[in-house]
C-alpha cells in the first residue's frame, strides 16, 4: 500500500490530495486505508481509493454515506475500480 | 560461525529460537535473543482470565523454563537497528552485531492514547495488569451500559472483541444482572466481523443474546467527563463501562529504524517473511505488516519457513521457500462454544462449529498445555 500526498494529478477533473493504493489487499483493508487517509485529509480535499477487491462496491458507498463525505466517481479501471471521494467536514 | 540475532522474546520470538537452536549445531550457529520481559505470557488466556480470578502465574512461564539453553538471553531492549552496519543498539548501552537478524518485536499497546484509564472504567484486556483492572471492575458491576470497541485495525486476534461480548454476556447472566445491563458492541465495518459469513453467524448469535449491533463505528475519542465515546463518524454512546481493544502500533525500535509503515509495522515479504529491501533481515508475528491476522497462529504457521530460509542462506543457498498464509481462528462464542475458521493467502475462510462442550474444554486445556511444552518449545 501507498500513500501519496500531493505527489498525484490522476484526473484532469480532480485535484488529488491523497491516492491510496489498495490493489490487492482484501475487505477490510481498502475501507480501513481509506478511513485512515480521510483522518489525514484536509476538508475540501480529494481522495482517490485503488481496490481490486469486489467487497469494497459495498463498503465503501454505504461508509461514505454514513460519515457523510462525497463519493463522486467510481471508475473502473484495468482490474481496479477508483473511488474519489471528497471530505466534507 | 553466524550470529543470528533475534529480537522479542514473545511466543514468535522465543519459538523461533527454540527451532533454530534444534536445528543447528552450537558450532555453526550463536543464536541471541534480545528480550527485556522475563515471562512469557499465554495471551489467549486473558480474555477468560477477565472474567474469573486465578494466579497469573497459571498462565505465564519464566523464559528460562522456555527457552532452550542454547540460546543466549540477553534481558534488555533493543533500541535502533543499523543494517548497513549489521548492528543493533541495546538499551543498556551496548551493540550487537549479527549475520542474520530476526525481528519479533510484536505489536506494542499505546494505551496513552486512549485518553482515560480504568479509573474513569475504561478498560482493556490485551495487557495482564490492564485485565486485572478490567476483572475488578467487572466484579463490582451490577448494571448498566456497556460499550465494546476496537479503536484501530489491525488489532491483536480479530474476534477478541466479538468473543469477549459473548462471555460479558453469558458472565452477567451467571450473575443474574444481565437484565439490568445493555451490551452494545460497535465496530468500524458494516457487519461484526471482516469476514462476511462469520459475521451473519455472529450478528445472529448478537441478535438471540440481546447484544446490540452498531455498525461503522470508528473510535475518535472518549469524553471520559460524560462517559462517551466519540466515533469519526459522528456518533456518540454513553457508557457505564467502556472495553476497548488498545490502538496499536509497532514498536519504537521500527520505527526508529525506519523498517515500517506509518504505524511502525515491519514492511514484509509475505512469502519469504524477509524485510523488504533489506538483506539478512526477517521478521516475524505481530511485527510485520502482513496481510493475515496478527495471531499466534499465524506465528506458528509461518515459523517453519522463516527457519527454513535463514538455514538456506546460512547454507550459501537461496531463501526460495514460501508461507502460504495458512492459519487456524477461534472465535469463541461462550465460555463451553467455540467456531473454527480455516484460512490462506489462497482461500477464504472455511468455518467449522465446535459445539460439544467436552470436546472443546479439553481442547482448550490440552492447547494450553501444547502451547508451552510444544509450540514455544518449536516442537512442532
Known sequence: MCLNRNEVKVMSDYDIAIEIDARGSFCPGPMMELIKAIRQAEVGEYLSLLSSDEGTRNDVPAWINKAKHELLEIINEDGHDRYIVKKLH | ?380
Open chain 2, 1 to 380: 560461525m553466524k550470529k543470528v540475532v533475534i529480537l522479542g522474546g514473545g511466543f514468535s520470538g522465543i519459538s523461533v529460537a527454540n527451532k533454530l537452536a534444534m536445528k543447528t549445531k552450537r558450532k555453526d550457529v550463536g543464536i541471541v535473543l534480545i528480550e527485556p520481559r522475563d515471562h512469557l505470557v499465554y495471551e489467549p488466556q486473558l480474555l477468560f482470565w477477565a472474567f474469573k480470578n486465578y494466579p497469573l502465574s497459571k498462565f505465564t512461564k519464566p523464559v528460562t523454563k522456555v527457552l532452550n539453553p542454547r540460546v543466549t538471553w540477553i534481558q534488555t531492549k533493543a533500541t535502533k537497528i543499523d543494517d548497513t552496519q549489521r548492528a543493533v543498539e541495546l538499551s543498556n548501552g551496548e551493540t550487537i552485531y549479527y549475520d542474520y537478524l530476526i525481528i519479533a518485536t510484536g505489536a506494542s499497546m499505546e494505551e496513552d492514547k486512549i485518553g482515560a484509564t480504568h479509573d474513569d472504567n475504561v478498560h482493556h484486556f490485551y495487557l495482564p495488569k490492564a485485565t486485572e483492572e478490567l476483572q475488578k471492575s467487572l466484579s463490582n458491576f451490577e448494571g448498566g451500559t456497556i460499550l465494546i470497541s476496537p479503536t484501530t485495525i489491525p488489532f491483536k486476534c480479530p474476534p477478541a472483541p466479538n468473543e469477549f461480548a459473548f462471555l460479558l454476556d453469558n458472565y452477567l447472566r451467571k450473575r443474574g444482572i444481565r437484565d439490568k445491563t445493555k451490551i452494545k458492541f460497535l465496530y468500524p465495518l458494516l457487519r461484526a466481523y471482516p469476514v462476511p459469513s462469520v459475521a451473519e453467524k455472529i450478528q445472529e448469535l448478537y441478535e438471540k443474546r440481546g447484544i446490540e449491533f452498531v455498525e461503522f463505528f470508528n473510535f475518535e475519542s472518549v469524553d471520559k467527563d460524560n462517559k462517551k465515546v466519540i466515533s469519526l463518524e459522528g456518533d456518540e454512546f454513553e457508557y457505564d463501562m467502556l472495553v476497548l481493544v488498545p490502538p496499536h502500533e509497532g514498536q519504537e525500535v521500527i520505527k526508529n529504524s525506519g523498517l515500517g509503515d506509518r504505524e511502525g509495522f515491519v514492511h514484509t515479504d509475505r512469502f519469504t517473511l524477509k524485510v523488504k529491501e533489506k538483506e539478512n533481515i526477517y521478521a516475524i508475528g505481530d511485527c510485520t505488516d502482513l496481510p493475515v491476522s496478527k495471531s499466534g497462529a499465524v506465528s506458528h504457521f509461518s515459523s517453519g519457513t522463516l527457519v527454513k530460509n535463514i538455514l538456506s542462506e546460512i547454507k550459501g543457498k537461496s531463501a526460495n521457500h514460501k508461507y502460504n498464509g495458512k492459519t487456524i481462528c477461534f472465535v469463541v462464542t461462550s465460555f463451553r462454544r467455540s467456531l473454527l475458521l480455516d484460512f490462506s493467502y489462497n482461500y477464504p475462510p472455511r468455518r467449522y462449529g465446535i459445539h460439544n462442550s467436552f470436546i472443546y474444554g479439553l481442547f482448550k486445556k490440552v492447547f494450553k498445555i501444547a502451547f508451552f511444552q510444544v509450540l514455544v518449545k518449536g516442537y512442532m
